[in-house]
């Protein structure tokens, strides 16, 4: 079977005024792969992710999901929304519409964008809640919830769009050390159903065991693109190397 | 004591004009004030500095004047329009100050309410926009299903304060000869000449009134607002309240 391209980033650039944060990014991912980012801070690693579903626009390059092309420099509301229909992103904050419970939360999106029939809505949502061990808290608002609760219930929004791209910034770096377990095991069953995801994160044991490729981003630019073996384990270049030196020491 | 209950008579008498000014107003001064916040949250600077000085000019200027000022331009405004329209013939006799009071009182609470508005949705934080971006969905659907449910929730304290504040302000219109609470109140006092005692009625009725808008703000505020605190869900919690038998904390046993 010949593989199918997910993603490809192509030859994105982006900066803040006179900040230079990508500098021409080039990332091709296939169906299936699950791809941890990993870098130092300020690298662009968010910005990157952020320009993928155009939360930023980049200012040069394109950008095409599922065969689905849209460049920087576009303009088209209803385009960029095309994109953004099929991906799904978990942020760092969780950001869950603080108006709606957690089964509404998940139903929003097949509702509002899918315009499911609502009783179907809810009966997915609840699904989906399930599957994030979340079902008991269905009516409970986010502000009732736990940090990591509140991200299982973000995990569970995203996931019930069935998107072609899943995003996450850091999903676990807001919470509590002891809630981190329960959020990771939720996406490493997630990253098993064969889904293509894009994680930034900078949990180096979940990278090396849930993911089927790792990138290194330095500099706005992919350092090092490889499996987590040769990434993790056996870094050819020097920073990659002080990185990986630094966050195990 | 005659004069303190033929008094009051006259001022409750007045209650539903005072009432009815008030929530007249107040809903074309939030009309009107979303309009401005549309010209103040413009991204077009010419017209973000036209709409804020415009607010800064509505907020400027004493309510009185509006009043006057529009008492005075009735005949000329309705004169104006007069035959514009087939279904309507201006009666010098009948002048429509009621109408002409509301616009003074909406005018002046406008940018006020504007200000509420820009407030309210500065305060939804930033995530909550982006997460409806990053779903897809469409900025009317955003607006209407996230943002301005929120906003709304956040903005009641405020209105309400801008609510009474109005409801105080509206007595200005017996300046212009509209028979409220206060017109009511002067006129009897200028007939019975007893001042002190009519206007010490007419204030223990705007506070009695004060204090049911005040109180029924707060209730609406914390029931508006309870997702935005920690506790039970509310379905559950309301269940719970009926079975209460012992202390407060019960309720909140459940957290978590
Ligand atoms: N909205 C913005 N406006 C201006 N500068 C920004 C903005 N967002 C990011 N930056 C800048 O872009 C650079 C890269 O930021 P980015 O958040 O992408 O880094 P990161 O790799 O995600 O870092 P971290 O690991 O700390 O999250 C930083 O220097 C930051 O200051
Ligand atoms: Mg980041």
């Known amino acids: 079977m010949p593989e199918e391209r997910m993603l490809s980033i192509k030859n994105v650039y982006k900066h803040f005024g006179d900040n230079n944060v990508l500098n021409g990014v080039n990332i091709e991912v296939n169906k299936g792969e699950v791809v941890v980012i990993l870098g130092p801070s300020g690298s662009g690693k968010t910005t990157m992710l952020r320009c993928i579903n155009f939360l930023e626009q980049a200012n040069e390059g394109s950008i095409t999901v599922n065969a689905y092309t849209v460049g920087a420099k576009e303009k088209s509301k209803k385009k960029i929304r095309n994109l953004r229909r099929k991906t799904a992103m978990v942020f760092q904050q969780y950001n869950l519409f603080r108006n709606r419970t957690a089964v509404e939360n998940v139903m929003e999106g097949l509702v509002v964008v899918k315009k499911m029939h609502k009783e179907e809505a809810r009966k997915k949502a609840e699904k989906a809640l399930a599957d994030v061990g979340l079902l008991e808290k269905k009516d409970f608002y986010p502000s009732q919830l736990s940090g990591g609760q509140q991200q299982r219930v973000g995990i569970a929004r995203a996931l019930v769009m069935e998107p072609d791209l899943l995003l996450f910034d850091e999903p676990t770096s807001a919470l509590d050390p002891e809630l981190v377990g329960e959020v990771l095991s939720c996406i490493r069953k997630v990253a098993k159903t064969g889904i293509t995801m894009m994680i930034v994160t900078h949990e180096i044991a979940f990278a090396k065991e849930a993911a089927t490729r790792v990138i290194f981003m330095e500099g706005g630019v992919v350092v090092e693109d490889g499996t987590p073996e040769e990434v993790i384990d056996h870094p050819k270049t020097e920073r990659t190397q002080e990185f990986l030196a630094r966050i195990n020491a | ?256």
């Not at chain 2, 413009?42 to 509006?66: A, E, H």
């Not at chain 2, 409801?167 to 006092?189: D, F, H, P, Q």
């Not at chain 2, 204090?211 to 609406?220: G, N």
């Open chain 2, 1 to 256: 004591m005659e004069v303190y209950r033929t008094c009051l008579e006259k001022v409750l008498a007045g209650v539903p004009t005072t009432l009815s000014l008030t929530l007249w107003s107040v809903l074309l001064a939030l009309l009107l004030g979303i309009l401005l916040s549309f010209g103040v949250l413009s991204k077009w600077t010419p017209v973000r500095m036209l709409f804020s000085v415009l607010c800064s000019f509505l907020k400027g200027i004493p309510i009185l004047i509006f009043l006057y000022v529009f008492h005075t331009a009735i005949d000329g405004i309705m004169g104006g329009i007069d035959h514009l329209f087939a279904f309507y013939t201006y009666d010098i006799r009948k002048p429509p100050t009621y109408i002409f009071a509301v616009f003074a009182l909406a005018l002046s609470y406008a940018p006020y309410m504007c200000d509420m508005i820009t407030t309210a949705l500065h305060t939804i934080p930033k995530g909550q926009w982006e997460a409806c971006d990053a779903g897809g969905f469409t900025a009317w659907q955003k607006m209407t299903r996230i943002i301005i449910p929120q906003c709304v929730v956040i903005a009641i304290p405020n209105f309400g304060n801008h609510f009474v504040n109005l409801l105080k302000a509206s007595s200005l219109a017996c300046m212009v000869t509209i028979m409220e609470m206060m017109g009511e109140a002067r006129n009897y006092a200028t007939m019975s000449q007893r001042f002190l005692e009519c206007y010490i009625v007419c204030a223990i009725c705007y506070w009695v009134i004060f204090i049911v808008f005040e109180q029924a703000f707060r209730l609406l505020e914390k029931r508006a607002g309870r997702y935005l605190q920690p506790g039970v869900p509310i379905a559950r919690r309301r269940r719970k309240l009926f079975h209460m038998t012992n202390t407060q904390e019960g309720i909140f046993e459940e957290v978590k």
